[in-house]
């Protein structure tokens, strides 16, 4: 299964992925990085993995759907199977979602639909909740909003420092994106072998 990953910053959700023995063997392939921020960190664990990357800066066109168009037609002759999101840092127009229909993944580090947006675990943390988590989804046009595909939970300790939480989340992550890809694998094959 052919994948491209879009990230904006630290990439620990594409390292995650990309050296997950498990999803190499079932045959990920990490097609492409595509990146909106050319100082971000994740650009050379791409490189350092020999990941293709592509860095397109939305300022430089002349709107987001432009922009999107732009990065349809760089993934066009990849036959990308899925488009993952990874920490990428912008709203997805209909140019990208027409393209790549329920095949765009997200992955947010709440209990969706609570604690939407960019801050999440720091307003869960400060709402005292019992437990918060993270959520894998498709990307509709909204923030946040698409259908859910999978939920972990992360209670809350008590007097835990809210990085000792966002510690646990993100290791909460970097186990259920891959779980969720291995099932798209799986799913993915079997559409193949059908038609
Ligand atoms: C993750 O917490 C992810 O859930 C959110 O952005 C963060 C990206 O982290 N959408 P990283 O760049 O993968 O380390």
């Known amino acids: 299964m052919k994948v491209a990953i879009f990230a ?4 620990s959700n594409f390292e995650a992925i990309a050296d ?4 190499k063997s079932a045959g990920l392939e ?12 994740v ?7 020999e990941i293709p990357v592509t860095v397109l800066r939305p300022k430089q066109f002349a709107s987001r759907q432009v922009y999107e168009q732009a990065i349809v037609d760089q993934l066009a002759p990849l036959a990308v ?3 993952l999101l990874a920490g990428y840092m912008r709203i997805i127009t209909p140019v990208l979602l027409k393209a790549y229909p329920q095949r765009i993944i997200n992955i947010h580090p709440a209990l969706l639909p609570a604690f939407p947006g960019i801050h999440s ?8 909740v019992t437990e918060t988590g993270v959520t894998i989804h498709y990307i509709d046009e909204g923030v946040d909003s698409g ?3 999978a939920q972990a939970v992360v209670p809350l300790r008590a007097g835990e420092s809210l990085v000792a939480l966002e510690t646990r989340i993100h290791a ?3 186990q259920l994106y891959p779980e969720v890809i291995q099932t798209l694998i799986k799913s993915n094959s079997k559409e193949h072998s059908s038609r």
Request: glycine share 6%.
């Open 8 to 11: 904006s910053g630290t990439g």
């Open 20 to 23: 997950h023995a498990g999803l």
């Open 30 to 41: 990490i097609v492409q990085l595509v990146c909106d921020q050319p100082s971000a960190p």
């Open 43 to 49: 650009i050379v664990k791409a490189q350092d993995r």
């Open 81 to 83: 199977d899925y488009i």
């Open 121 to 128: 675990i720091e307003e869960a943390y400060q709402a005292q």
């Open 147 to 149: 259908p859910i595909i």
């Open 172 to 174: 909460t992550e970097h």
